[in-house]
């Protein structure tokens, strides 16, 4: 499906010529090896591109990661993998897919892992052809035998290799299986008994795992439930897996196949991508592939994971506006207001194109509802709501106006308070709380107390003001930053 027409901003890094899909990060000579498939016009092919950074901020585009195969070639889409050295040398293994080779059982185009080494620190890549294998057809589906993660989890047992794979029988979609292979040289390939088997999805794409303290990881996406990346923890990195305590999803529907890599210091970050939608408007459909971000995991002590602003990030916002709000509704004392029985909200000047804002509110206990409102009008109301809705436990993303379903004052979407698929659960106990928002054109990711991230599009509306808002209770809005880069 077209996307929309790009836009050229850097904070949510999106190429020239194309669009970001999956990344596969990898940490090499100090750097973030950011090798991603360029989702370019249909019918050109799926190639790696590779960008290479050491603070999510600045990025040396360095071309083609790995190339594509010809048009009769297994690889003509490139998709998804991973890479790992062994010995001083470098290994890509990968999904290969061709639309006009399909599985004569299915007739769907097969997909089949391949791969590709480096002896000049991945300068080049030697493709393998010998090494390509298949799904085994008594077993897993053909057409489903993809994102190849490797790791190495005892470096005296063997290389494992997960994917993303169906059984052939059971609930159509509930056969999705981490499908599980093992090797001693990273040439040849035995599949043996599944890695994680939850009856749960379609299928889990990008699967991938790592270690931080005492807890292993499973990270994977699914579009089954919900289109999110989720994970699962476990002591021993073979399982079993279990559900964190906290939400198990890593942002909402805007934020998708993220996989992680870490620095020298063990931080670990989440690199995937925000997708586009359809004709470059708020109602239109999520498409795939789209602007890259980057979120910091962060453990807490039970284990669960918290999401974050990486700190590079948040410093090269160097450049500080002022803000002056003018009440619209309300009795507001300073950026303060008790508001038991109503709404209350004041508006700031119009804001830049890219920025960070940096809210910090004490929210009284009982609060419906408090926020900030993007691309704000003068009344306040019209814009692009994120909103913390203690209450219901959750961080929401809203717009007015919203869908007109006629020319009746109540034919509108009413019944769809807020975007569905952007709502985060959150702990919102009275007291203070930090709400971090980066925008870049269309793009934004809306931080909560360094613990949970929400991403989505802003089409419909591109200027406007900065909105405050507090619905039936107290809140002082004790801190309010507004940043852009130089």
Not at 220 to 227: K, P
Not at 228 to 257: E, K, N, Q, V
Not at 286 to 297: C, D, N, P, R, S
Request: proline letters at 7%; charged letters at 25%; a negative charge.
């Amino acid at each position: 499906m077209p996307h929309p027409q790009k836009e050229d901003h850097r904070v949510f890094y999106t190429p020239s010529d194309g669009f970001v899909g999956d990344v596969i990060p990898f940490r090499h000579g100090g750097e973030f090896w950011l090798f991603y498939l360029l989702d370019r016009h249909p019918g050109e092919g799926t190639p790696w591109q590779l960008l290479r950074t050491r603070d999510f901020v600045t990025y040396d585009e360095a071309g083609t990661g790995l190339a594509n195969g010809d048009a009769a070639a297994d690889d003509f889409n490139a998709y998804t993998g991973s890479v790992v050295e062994s010995d001083g040398v470098h290994h890509v293994f990968y999904t290969g897919q061709n639309p006009k080779i399909v599985d004569e059982a299915t007739g769907v185009p097969l997909q089949v892992v391949m791969h590709a080494v480096s002896h000049d620190g991945m300068a080049t890549w030697v493709k393998q052809p010998q090494d390509t294998f298949a799904a085994p057809g008594d077993r897993y589906d053909r057409a489903d035998w993809r994102d190849p993660f490797v790791f190495r989890p005892d470096p005296e047992g063997p290389w494992r290799m997960l994917l993303a794979a169906r059984h052939l029988t059971g609930p159509d979609r509930r056969r999705g299986v981490v499908a599980q292979c093992a090797s001693w040289d990273l040439a040849n390939w035995e599949v043996v008994e599944p890695f994680w088997d939850p009856a749960l999805y379609v299928t889990q794409e990008c699967p991938e795992v790592f270690r931080m303290g005492d807890w292993w990881y499973l990270v994977y996406s699914e579009f089954s439930e919900r289109f999110t990346t989720r994970y699962r923890m476990s002591r021993d990195p073979l399982g079993p897996w279990l559900l964190p305590a906290a939400d198990d999803s890593l942002d909402g529907r805007a934020f998708y196949a993220a996989k992680s890599a870490a620095d020298e210091d063990g931080r670990r970050f989440a690199i995937g991508w925000i997708p586009t939608k359809a004709g470059e408007t708020d109602d239109g459909a999520w498409e795939w592939a789209g602007a890259m971000t980057v979120h910091e995991l962060v453990q807490r002590p039970d284990g669960a994971l918290d999401v974050r602003l990486p700190d590079t990030v948040r410093a090269s916002f160097t450049e500080e506006d002022r803000v002056t709000f003018a009440p619209v509704l309300g009795d507001w004392d300073r950026l303060g207001v008790d508001v038991p029985d109503g709404h209350a909200c004041a508006v700031a000047g119009p804001l830049p194109d890219t920025f960070l804002l940096t809210v910090d509110v004490e929210v009284g206990a009982g609060t419906s509802a408090v926020g900030v409102v993007l691309r704000s009008g003068q009344d306040g109301d019209e814009g692009y709501a994120v909103r913390l809705e203690p209450r219901a436990g959750r961080l929401t993303f809203d717009r007015w106006p919203r869908l007109r379903t006629g020319d009746a004052q109540w034919q509108i979407s009413g019944d769809v308070p807020q975007v569905l698929e952007l709502e985060r659960a959150v702990d919102l106990a009275p007291g203070p709380h930090r709400l971090e928002v980066l925008v870049d054109g269309t793009a934004f990711t809306a931080y909560l107390d360094d613990r949970v991230a929400m991403s989505g599009r802003l089409y419909d509306k591109r200027d406007g003001g900065l909105g405050l808002f507090v619905t039936e209770g107290h809140a002082t809005f004790t801190d309010v930053r507004l940043r852009r880069r130089p």
